[in-house]
């Protein structure tokens, strides 16, 4: 192998990574998820989404994580969860509501937006979770791993018990 093509495969490869990192980057903006665009279901048969909500899907048929904890402490631990995993930014915040992160893959850094709702009902918090890939048809069960991940570490933590009360 000559000295330059030594150079040249790997310098090939390097700028093919950036190319195709680039490219999902430009391919799938961060668009925030608000209070009033929580998704009401995922697509019919999709592969890539999952949902804690009455329209559940790819989630053990969970319709809801009730507790009884304050919102405000609830949703406190649920951005600590958020903010101890790997390459997760918060990009919408409206506290005590809702809260919208991107979790990035690995290698390619293809998004995925995780999105937690609470809300009081009866005296309990009650939270709706949302999990999809911005690209692509399968996730190969990411998206439902981590609610599920998610879904067994709220129900685990000791919090406070309290009455939720909004106001």
């Given amino acids: 192998m000559t000295k330059s093509r030594k150079y040249t495969i790997p310098l090939g490869i390097l700028l093919i990574y950036f190319f195709s990192v680039s490219a999902i980057h430009f391919s799938a903006p961060d668009r925030v998820i608000g209070p009033d665009d929580f998704p009401d279901q995922c697509p019919e048969n999709s592969l ?16 809801e994580i009730r507790l009884n904890s304050s919102l ?24 005590p509501e809702q809260t919208h992160s991107v979790f990035r893959s690995l290698t390619f850094r293809f998004p995925d937006d995780f999105v937690v709702r609470g809300f009081c009902d009866a005296g309990t918090t009650v ?32 919090m406070a018990t309290s009455e939720c009360v909004t106001g």
């Fill in 127 to 158: 939270l709706e979770v949302y999990s999809k890939s911005r690209l692509g048809i399968s996730d190969i069960g990411v998206n439902s791993k981590r609610v599920m991940d998610f879904t067994k570490h709220i129900v685990a933590v000791e």
């Fill in 48 to 63: 890539n989404c999952s949902i804690i909500s009455s329209n559940s899907h790819r989630s053990e048929d969970l319709t």
């Fill in 72 to 95: 405000e402490e609830v949703m406190q631990e649920v951005n600590s969860w958020i903010n101890s995993q790997p390459r997760t930014e918060i990009i919408g915040n409206w506290y």
